[in-house]
Structure formats: structure tokens, C-alpha cells
């Protein structure tokens, strides 16, 4: 079987910096959001909380650095993952399967992504840091937080459906883990991508 590579070690290294980064605060986050999960914490809450709050922190900074770091290696992925053609609209509304590199549903889902994890960066600072703001304006940013999260961790679950479990797709999963797909899915689901580069 003849592989191509769909994602570069940078590549691959700010989507797990990013998912791990994820998972620990959606875990923290759940256990104090969660009456029944904060009484089974008891003492443990403060900690689990400075946990959350810190790998929020962690989440705003590290994949800047790394953006920065690997600049070059990761220019083309953004280049491509910014760059809408009408093909990746008519994707959108199912007029056409063709697809570069990433067809319609990946870059909205790139985008989705990043609103809501800005938002949920910007909420979840001022609530950390609260001692600059209104009880009030506290309040009403912890809202958003929430909502925010649930709008997240649905895009996110939808995202690993996709990834991990659907079956037509679930084979992108190996560009994500080894960099590598199979030319032969390649070229069925994004016939496009190879002609951009001959």
C-alpha cells in the first residue's frame, strides 16, 4: 500500500499539545461544575481547581509558542486551513465530495474550534482573575464560560466521531497518529490535494 503524508511531527504535535491540554480541562472542568462530582472531590476541590485553572493557562500560551517555534513547518497547514475556495463551500451545502487538502466540514470545524476556544479563553481568564471585575460582570462571563463548553466538548465529541469512529472517515486518524494516510483514501476523499502539489 502506497502512504503520502498529511501531517508534518509539528503538525501533529500542536494537535496533541492542544487535545491533551483539552482533556485535562474538561475533566477538571466537569468535577467542578458537577454537584455530585465537587461532593466526591471533598477536599480535593482547591486542587483540581488550580489544575483547571492553570492548564487554561497552559492552553492560551503553549500553542503559540510552538506556532512560533515551528513557524515554517506549520505555514502551509494554516495557509491551507484559512484558505476557502468555492469548492469548500459547495462542500458545505453537498453539492460536491471534492476536496483539497481539507474539504468544507474540516475548515469550519478549524474555525468553530478556534472562536470557541477564544472565547473560552477570554471567559475563563476574567473568572480566574476576577479581582478586576464586577461580582456581576463575574457572573455573567461564567455564563458564557458554560455555554461555551458545552458548545465546545459538542464540537469536539463530533470531531472525534468522525475522526475515531465513522467509518468512511476514521482512517484520517492514521494522519494524526503517524502522519501518513493511505494514497488510496487519499485520493478518494481528497482528489484535489495532490493536484495542488504537482
Not at 58 to 82: C, G, H
Not at 140 to 155: M, N
Not at 175 to 182: D, E, Q, R
Request: hydrophobic share 50%; proline share 2%; glycine share 6%.
Amino acid at each position: 500500500m502506497k502512504w503520502v503524508e498529511r501531517f508534518n511531527r509539528p503538525e501533529r504535535m500542536l494537535h496533541g499539545v492542544v487535545a491533551a491540554l483539552f482533556l485535562v480541562l474538561l475533566i477538571t472542568g466537569l468535577c467542578l461544575h458537577l454537584e455530585v462530582l465537587r461532593e466526591w472531590l471533598g477536599a480535593w476541590k482547591f486542587e483540581v481547581r488550580m489544575v483547571h485553572d492553570w492548564a487554561g493557562v497552559l492552553l492560551m500560551v503553549v500553542p503559540w509558542l510552538l506556532i512560533w517555534v515551528y513557524r515554517r513547518s506549520l505555514a502551509a497547514f494554516f495557509k491551507e486551513m484559512t484558505h476557502w475556495r468555492e469548492v469548500e463551500i459547495e462542500f458545505l451545502y453537498r453539492r460536491t465530495k471534492l476536496a483539497h487538502k481539507f474539504n468544507g466540514g474540516q475548515k469550519a470545524n478549524f474555525l468553530i474550534a478556534m472562536i470557541l476556544f477564544l472565547g473560552m479563553s477570554v471567559t475563563g481568564f476574567f473568572v480566574w482573575q476576577s479581582q478586576w471585575i464586577s461580582l456581576d460582570l463575574r457572573e455573567f462571563l461564567y455564563s458564557w464560560h458554560k455555554l461555551l463548553f458545552y458548545l465546545l466538548t459538542a464540537q469536539v465529541a463530533g470531531h472525534v466521531f468522525l475522526a475515531a469512529v465513522y467509518k468512511p472517515t476514521r482512517h484520517a486518524l492514521q494522519g494524526m497518529l503517524h502522519g501518513k494516510v493511505s494514497k488510496e483514501w487519499s485520493d478518494e476523499h481528497h482528489p484535489l490535494w495532490k493536484q495542488d502539489e504537482d
